[in-house]
């Protein structure tokens, strides 16, 4: 009887609306869609002479990389740039964080390569990595 005219009292109607605005903003923030979205990464990216540019439909449009993403075989610094078609997708790596996955199309004997671009943000301003040859982080920059 005395829960039950406490939660009719106002201090009772407060703890309760309190109680649920708590559940309400805890639930809203685990389920709300966290990191950057599509939009955040559509546009053209260049790392000195090589570029991706990724569509906002998911394709990629101009690409030139050097080879070293995806070959098994070390990739001489002299060859020449090669030019890929393929799709990309907004992503996360546990010990990366968020970024994009790209995957090349027919990259090596006809077989498909899949590579992460981790990001890097500072502000308003994001770069997008990958491993090149060798332990020097690789960074595009939005061109």
């Known amino acids: 009887m005395a829960v039950k005219d406490f939660l009719k009292s106002r201090e009772g109607v407060v703890l309760v609306v309190g109680l649920l605005l708590i559940v ?7 389920l709300r869609p966290g990191g950057p979205e599509a939009k955040d990464y559509v546009g053209r990216w ?5 570029v991706i ?10 690409v030139r990389l050097d080879g070293y993403f995806c070959s098994k075989v070390p990739v001489a610094a002299a ?6 078609q393929g799709t990309w997708k907004v992503g ?6 968020p970024g994009v996955f790209v995957t090349l199309r027919g990259y090596d004997e006809g077989r498909d390569c899949q590579i992460f671009l981790e990001e890097q943000r500072k502000g308003q301003v994001a770069r997008l990595g990958a ?5 020097e982080q690789r960074w ?3 061109a």
């Not at 260049?46 to 090589?50: G, Y």
């Not at 060859?79 to 890929?84: H, Q, T, V």
């Open 24 to 30: 309400g903003v805890t639930t809203y923030v685990k």
């Open 46 to 50: 260049a790392a000195r002479d090589e």
């Open 53 to 62: 540019e990724l569509r906002e439909d998911g394709r990629l449009g101009e």
């Open 79 to 84: 060859d020449p740039l090669g030019e890929y």
């Open 92 to 97: 996360s790596v546990d010990d990366a964080g």
């Open 131 to 135: 491993q090149p040859r060798g332990s």
């Open 140 to 142: 595009f920059s939005k």
